[in-house]
């Protein structure tokens, strides 16, 4: 809850202090800075620095051409890198009029399925870490280490994929990986369940995190949130059902939204359990995708100089954070003119200075855990 | 609402001020001018046909051939489904754009990274500052005649070659 | 203890008596603290590791020794060795006296603590009295190190703690009235004595107030040992170490000592009060069979409480300050106010307890343990089904 604190005149004076919670903290959100205005425990303002982690991605994609872009777009968001590639993937492929063979689409929507339940178990785990609860954290990276295990058998990597091309995916499903994904999912179920048992509705837990930082429809619309943020405040707005990219239109599956159970809807508590219901929805896709897949080719033919036609596009698609804005310009030329990447954590980090009034420092842990904030994302 | 009805209610209210529908392949956009942009942003978020909620994408782009800076913005509406794309041309070699920050609050940010990456002057910002790269940065980096500095505080910024064999000078 | 070294000492008289008095106290004093307390402490810092690791399936150390066993022993030669950083700004003698103040606080009270029959440093006639007092000096070193690394980080976990302990003092105080009423004195080995061996003649069974009583104790003691969920002061996500984030190498180490042996004084405490101590069934004639016994039955009752509390550390996530506060205040003193009313209340009503009340808490308990269990072995079935490795 947010402490109403009335400072009578002729009071007693106190000074506000200035804190830093530095780049480096135990925080598992990587490298942000927070210049914190407090009174005491109770914040005036909490003012983000970011920029710590900017390796200007966007400046590299204009050396090192379109093929060779695809590697540094996992950096973008290393946590569910999947989304970055497809994105990028996408940009190239609208400009250049390529199209995606059906069972590289399909390919496509496993990899970024699985890599989003991989964001999700991290967020879950480094939210009840952050909080205080540790053990949830090692149950949730340990159905993480599976996940990887499968992406490993699939592309090599475990964390920096780079298993998407231009004009589909780079190999094919490996033989007996859709049974692996299936038992995989009937394991990973019972699994959430007993994360969500031992933490979700423990009533420390609830009240650390229910109605703190409320963030009503109209601010979240107007800071840009997206995902499961914007989800959170009542929005049922999911890029994969509003304007379906790729093979998402052959899928049956829930948008979930917050209710506001324990506290406002659109508080700290709503964002944790939209994570958690979102990752029993991607099971759903995931079991569709691995029925369903077509036979054929798994890429298109595309050309090792890549030059697509002059234009610009802006290509969006739904990443483990919200949906991903890349604005692309090309001139005709093997390199691409100017890449933009818009990111969910970016809006997130924008508005927690404007929540932050009011919190308890404390607060500002959980809040900074709930928006699922990673600091690749918003520095690039 | 479709891209040429937006643009023609846009210039029944504002008339000069916004272009024709332009088509490139793929997307098509509408050019607003640089010192009225707010005022059609504002009307483009309030009004009850378009409702767009939501801005996007805001992205800053060097056209050094073209002598202009152009600043591309994504708006989506929420409510109807619909999204529209307007490009605003700033003069390359002092860019002022007017800013969004009082009609939609993510423009506060990314208005900053693209004062920060490109330095255009968003005029009216409330905290126009660097973002991304320290305060005492000197240069825009995503400008197409941006060079680097050869030392940051006494850091060289010219990687020396990772090869170094010291091979034996032959007369 | 007192009669065990005059009889050491011998003819000596006067000043060369006191000095001789003075030295076997010190050297037994040290003997206790750095041949037990110490190794207890480091004992208990691999055993929480090693039982926290196996809730978050993992293993813990294993290392160093069989099982990890000298994992303690390891880092303490490691802080030892550590270089001794002050920050230039800290106060310098303010910055080196803070771990002792809170060591200090924290071994006065192995003083009074009863380990069997004959097994007791000093059975104060005013034991229990004695240590909350003394346990409460932690709070001035934590103050100390918290103020005078001179680091507002520290500085706020110094507050937070010094705000903690002093508040969770009440509760906790008043926590222990109902067994101090129904024992009718402070002495711990009184407290005992009025106990008898059988479960359901420990205090905490007297009553379902003595009970509700035991609950608030246990938490409250809890809180005044900065452990989960009350661990705010230290909490690692935010504060880096609270007011021990500017000590590094034996320093630090002591801080943490500090806490793992708290741990041993809570079990210890809360035994002694509300769990019959070391009471064991008069099975044998012979003394020392019977010290050894009542020592074991006291440890293992100890070591219990000990790892409830690494259990609860890694299982409840961390309370913030101010629901910490409105805890305290708001909750746990009335409920604890009105335990020692009652107490008071049925004391009087029945001068010679209650047997029927104190079978039926008995039994609630032991049924509340049975249905626990039960959930245990649900649990375990349904992780049995689970299970999956890439291998197939």
Not at chain 3, 7 to 23: F, H, K, N, T
Not at chain 3, 153 to 159: N, V
Request: aromatic share 10%; hydrophobic share 45%; with cysteine.
């Amino acid at each position: 809850m947010s402490v109403e604190i009335e400072f009578e005149q002729g009071g007693l004076a106190t000074e506000e202090m200035t804190l830093n919670m530095g780049p480096q903290h135990p925080s598992t959100h990587g490298v942000l800075r927070f210049i914190v205005k407090a009174d005491g425990e109770v914040m005036r303002k909490a003012t983000p620095d970011v920029g710590y982690l900017h390796r200007s991605i966007e400046k590299i994609a204009e050396k090192v051409g379109w093929h060779g872009f695809m590697p540094y777009t996992d950096r973008v968001d290393y946590v569910a890198a999947m989304a970055c590639n497809q994105g990028w993937a996408m940009c190239a492929e609208t400009l250049g009029g390529i199209e995606v063979p059906r069972r590289g689409e399909y390919c496509r929507i496993i990899a970024a399925e699985l890599s989003r339940i991989c964001s999700h178990l991290l967020a879950i785990g480094a939210t009840g870490m952050d909080i205080g609860a540790v053990t949830p954290f090692t149950h949730a990276l340990r159905e993480r280490e599976m996940i990887n295990d499968l992406i490993e058998e699939l592309c090599g990597a475990r964390l920096t994929y780079n298993y998407m091309r231009i004009g589909g995916v780079a190999w094919d499903l490996p033989p007996g990986f859709r049974k692996k994904v299936a038992r995989y999912l009937d394991h990973l179920e019972p699994c959430i369940h007993e994360i969500n048992d031992l933490l979700s509705y423990g009533k420390i837990y609830t009240e650390r995190l229910g109605g703190v930082a409320v963030v009503s429809p109209a601010m979240a619309m107007s800071y840009g949130l997206v995902g499961p943020n914007l989800r959170a405040s009542g929005l049922k707005h999911d890029l994969r059902k509003d304007r379906p990219y790729s093979v998402y239109g052959d899928f049956e599956f829930d948008v979930p939204v917050g209710h506001g159970e324990m506290g406002g809807v659109g508080d700290c508590w709503d964002r944790y359990m939209m994570r958690i219901w979102e990752i029993f929805e991607s099971v759903k896709i995931l079991r569709q995708a691995v029925d369903k897949i077509p036979e054929g080719p798994v890429i298109a033919k595309v050309a090792r100089t890549f030059k697509p036609p002059a234009g610009d596009v802006h290509v969006r698609v739904e990443a483990a954070r919200g949906d991903m804005s890349w604005y692309c310009v090309s001139d005709g030329s093997e390199y691409p003119y100017r890449v933009h990447v818009r990111t969910g954590s970016f809006a997130a980090m924008s508005i927690i200075e404007e929540l932050s009034k009011g919190l308890m420092i404390a607060d500002l842990v959980a809040v900074i855990a709930t928006f699922d904030i990673v600091a690749p994302e918003v520095d690039r | 609402m479709d891209t040429q009805a937006i643009q023609r209610k846009l210039e029944a209210a504002f008339g000069g001020v916004v272009g024709p529908v332009a088509s490139g392949r793929v997307e098509s956009w509408i050019e607003v001018d640089p010192d009225r942009i707010d005022e059609v942003a504002a009307m483009l978020a309030g009004d009850a046909d378009t409702r767009f909620e939501c801005l996007s994408n805001l992205s800053g782009v060097d056209y050094p051939a073209h002598g202009h800076i152009q600043v591309v913005y994504n708006l989506i509406s929420y409510t109807h489904g619909h999204e529209l794309t307007l490009k605003v041309n700033a003069d390359r070699d002092s860019p002022e754009v007017k800013t969004l920050s009082g009609v939609w609050a993510a423009a506060n940010w990314l208005e900053r990274e693209v004062f920060d990456l490109l330095g255009v002057n968003f005029v009216g910002h409330p905290d126009l500052r660097r973002i991304l790269l320290p305060d005492d940065w000197v240069g825009n980096p995503l400008r197409k005649d941006y060079v680097e500095a050869p030392d940051y505080h006494g850091i060289s910024t010219i990687r020396e070659s990772m090869l170094r064999i010291d091979l034996p000078v032959k007369d | 203890m007192q009669a065990f070294i005059d009889g050491l000492i011998g003819d000596a008289s006067g000043l060369q008596r006191e000095i001789y008095y003075l030295v076997g106290m010190l050297g037994f004093g040290a003997l206790v603290v750095f041949g037990f307390i110490l190794p207890l402490a480091g004992v208990f810092s691999w055993l929480e590791r090693r039982v926290w690791a196996r809730m978050q399936s993992r293993i813990g150390p294993n290392r160093v020794g069989p099982f990890g066993a000298l994992q303690w022993l390891a880092d303490g030669l490691k802080n030892l060795l550590k270089e001794d950083v002050i920050p230039q700004a800290a106060d310098p003698w303010l910055f080196r006296i803070a771990p002792y103040v809170v060591v200090t606080g924290f071994v006065a009270a192995w003083v009074a603590i009863p380990f069997a029959g004959p097994l007791i440093i000093a059975d104060l006639n005013i034991g229990i009295l004695y240590i909350t007092a003394v346990t409460s000096l932690v709070v001035i070193g934590i103050l100390m190190a918290g103020w005078s690394s001179n680091n507002k980080w520290s500085m706020l976990g110094g507050i937070r703690s010094a705000t903690q302990i002093v508040s969770y003092e009440i509760p906790a105080g008043l926590a222990l009235f109902p067994a101090v009423l129904l024992s009718g004195t402070l002495s711990m080995q009184g407290i005992i004595a009025a106990q008898g061996w059988q479960p359901w003649m420990w205090h905490m069974f007297h009553s379902p107030f003595a009970l509700l009583a035991f609950l608030l104790f246990f938490t409250g003691l809890l809180a005044e040992g900065n452990r989960t969920p009350f661990d705010l002061p230290e909490a690692e996500s935010e504060l880096v170490a609270g007011f021990a984030t500017e000590y590094s190498g034996m320093r630090s180490l002591l801080f943490f000592l500090a806490e793992w042996g708290n741990l041993y004084v809570i079990g210890a405490l809360v035994t002694t009060l509300y769990m019959g101590g070391w009471q064991v069934p008069p099975f044998t004639e012979n003394a020392v069979l019977l010290t050894l016994a009542q020592f074991a039955t006291f440890v293992l009752k100890t070591f219990f409480w000990v790892f409830v509390a690494f259990w609860i550390r890694a299982t409840l996530p961390r309370v913030r300050v101010d629901q910490l506060m409105s805890l305290c205040w708001k909750y746990m003193v009335p409920m604890a106010l009105a335990a020692v009313l009652a107490t008071a209340t049925l004391m009087v009503v029945f001068p010679e307890g209650s047997a029927p009340l104190r079978y039926a808490t008995f039994a609630i308990v032991v049924l509340a343990v049975l249905q626990f269990f039960r959930r245990v072995v649900f649990h375990l079935r349904r992780a049995r089904g689970m299970g999956w490795t890439i291998a197939g």
